[in-house]
């Protein structure tokens, strides 16, 4: 289970308030990427990043932000415009012919 | 660029039967395939992968098998068991030209329910 770790588990957000999620890999994989997952839903991207200070975006970044300053670090940024946030939060990170190895998650619940 | 349409979204078979799980990909130069599993409140883990210069890849009751011609893959899982029980998800994957340059496409998830 090693290998990409998100932090933290649970977060609970205020109305109006930015919360940034952490992703960190030492699996010197090249891509990393960010998903959101509803209940009952499959997976939706938000950004990816295939290379160090490049990001893409998503099917849904509106209201989210990354940066990739490092290989090992992909931050989300859930910012109040996100009107909806609650949500599991996945990152994940591949390589080449390898697929994508997913952290623990982070559950975000707006109170 | 690419996209995977998976089917069904729900399967329930009765334990000890079989389960088969299809995707397709638009993409013809996709060329890895990984699958899946999700249990209930955790992460998505990879249970098996075939690429695209193998027709068929098999894993103790688990196997997939590919078709380029028709642009889709299959998950089988035979004598499926109550611990069978999950989300599973299907991606294909284009590797571009340049250095770190591919995309990973999943699918919709197929909730998969093993009846004892």
């Known amino acids: 289970d090693g290998g990409i770790t998100q932090s933290p588990k649970y977060l609970f957000r205020k109305e109006g308030q930015n919360v940034t999620l952490s992703c960190e890999q030492n699996l010197n994989h090249d891509a990393m990427y960010w998903y959101r997952q509803d209940p009952g839903q499959g997976l939706r991207l938000i950004y990816y990043s295939q290379i160090v200070n490049d990001f893409q975006k998503g099917d849904i970044a509106e209201g989210y932000s990354v940066s990739r300053e490092k290989k090992e670090s992909f931050p989300l940024t859930v910012t109040s415009a996100q009107k909806n946030p609650t949500a599991f939060y996945l990152c994940a990170s591949s390589t080449w012919g390898q697929g994508a190895f997913f952290g623990q998650g982070t559950r975000l619940t707006v109170v | 660029g690419e996209n995977v349409e998976q089917h069904p979204s729900t399967l329930s078979v009765q334990e000890g039967d079989s389960a088969v799980i299809k995707c397709t990909y638009s993409?013809?130069?996709?060329?890895?395939f990984p699958w899946y599993k999700q249990e209930l409140g955790k992460r998505p883990q990879l249970i098996i992968d075939?690429?695209?210069?193998?027709g068929e890849k098999k894993d103790q009751r688990i196997a997939v098998t590919l078709n380029k011609t028709a642009k889709h893959f299959s998950l089988h899982i035979t004598e499926t068991q109550p611990e069978d029980s999950a989300v599973y998800f299907c991606?294909?994957?284009?590797?571009?030209?340049?250095?770190?340059?591919?995309?990973?496409?999943f699918g919709k998830g197929t909730k998969l329910s093993v009846i004892p």
């Open positions: 993409d013809s130069a996709s060329n890895y």
């Open positions: 991606a294909a994957t284009y590797r571009g030209s340049g250095a770190g340059s591919y995309q990973l496409t």
């Open positions: 075939i690429r695209s210069n193998v």
